[in-house]
């Protein structure tokens, strides 16, 4: 059975950082690609940075600059380090692998707010 598993959300100021972190298990990351969705209330479903099987990385125009996305295959993990957070960013956090079937996590929240 595969599992995401996401953790690292929480409440933070405008400005600080937070590391959203998701465990996989069941599959093997290092052929896969991950990604991290958000969902903000009342908004679609979007994307926000994935990460190849090789390396390659890409961002939503919006958090170019802020986040930046990394994994580690001996960990079977992927994360999502956010710097600069915006009350904008507020959503739920959702961790993405794909190849020929896709998978999802349950979701972290991250609220920014003062």
């Known amino acids: 059975q595969v599992q995401l598993v996401e953790s690292g959300g929480g409440l933070v100021q405008p400005g600080g950082s937070l590391r959203l972190s998701c465990a996989a298990s069941?599959?093997?990351?290092?052929?896969?690609?991950m990604g991290w969705y958000r969902q903000a209330p009342g908004k679609e479903r979007e994307l926000v940075a994935t990460?190849?099987?090789?390396?390659?990385?890409n961002y939503v125009d919006s958090v170019k600059g802020r986040f930046t996305i990394s994994r580690d295959n001996a960990k079977n993990a992927v994360y999502l380090q956010m710097n600069s957070l915006k009350p904008e960013d507020t959503a739920v956090y959702y961790c993405?692998?794909?190849?020929?079937?896709?998978?999802w996590g349950q979701g972290t929240q991250v609220t920014v707010s003062s």
């Open positions: 993405n692998a794909w190849r020929r079937l896709e998978y």
């Open positions: 069941g599959i093997s990351i290092s052929i896969y690609g």
């Open positions: 990460i190849t099987s090789g390396g390659s990385t």
